[in-house]
């Protein structure tokens, strides 16, 4: 669901009525690249104060056009690449839908990341600031990028304005230590997504256990990303014994999140696993195509369930497609006391 303009970095196939409406975005997002690009330093950045204070804000999002990222894989699970939108089929609620907007190129995407850095993550954060930097090497490199740790509360450790070797500095200084505020990390990811550049959107949670301090709940957090256009992901290391009832229930957490999204939960016992893991979701941001329509729905917070197939003439006979499963418009959320 998007209520902005679309990015005009993809290649957008767009009837000749919503030409009108196009050439508005593209103004508009013409604003936005003046921007810093990715990995461009700047030379006298303030400092970064994007704490927890922003999550006391409702967020609110509008809805008239339903964007559908769409991955496709054959059954040795490799991606399907070659399709065109006259492939595919979408419908809302059983009725089929008009694709309006089709992409399938590789295409720069709004990227954020959150890192655990709770006291459980002492004897794995090496490996996780790694696995971060694969999750990004393995990126676009005009991706709009960011990083968020959370341990007792979330904060913006480095944006989009800084350099892939500034983030590497700036996770160094990550000592391990408190709770795992994991829902509100989440929220604040949310937040930063509602400025990202592109249209595209994804962020990619890493954690070893589940939330054990955050002023959000499950349900509004549940209901926050089925309201938003941001595809999460999620790489869990999970220990075999779990300690808490929280690190009991983390892989579940993750993966109703996650699925709610349209992305998935990887879960992992060995943290040498993390960077290939990470690395692994990050090229499957870049096989996917993206499917839009318009919805004149009003926001009245029901859900509406989304079903995307693919009927394509020159591929593989068993194919499997993955898409978000709806998406809910329009309900403002404000956070427990």
Known sequence: MHSGPLSPASRWHIPGRCLLFFTLGLCIAAAAAAQPQPGQKAESPAPVDQSLHVRLKPLQFNVDVV???VTVHDSMNRPVMGLTQNDFSVFEDSAEQKIR???DEDAPISLGVLLDVSNSMKDKIDTAREAVVEFFKNSNPQDDCFVI???DDPEVVADSTRSLAYMQARLAEARPAGHTALLDAIYLGLHKM????Y???AL??????GDNHSRYSAREIRHMVEESDVQIYAVGLFSAIFKTPEEWGGQRLL????GATGGRTLTIHNPAELPEAAGAISRELRSQYVLGYSTSRAGDGKWRKIKVTAHPHNAPDHIQVHNKPGYRAGVALQPNP
């Open 67 to 69: 964007v559908v990222p």
């Open 101 to 103: 907007y089709f992409s």
């Open 149 to 151: 740790s959370f341990s």
């Open 194 to 197: 509602r400025s990202a550049r």
């Open 199 to 201: 249209q595209r959107r």
């Open 204 to 209: 990619l949670v890493i954690s070893d256990g």
């Open 255 to 258: 993966s109703s999140i996650t």
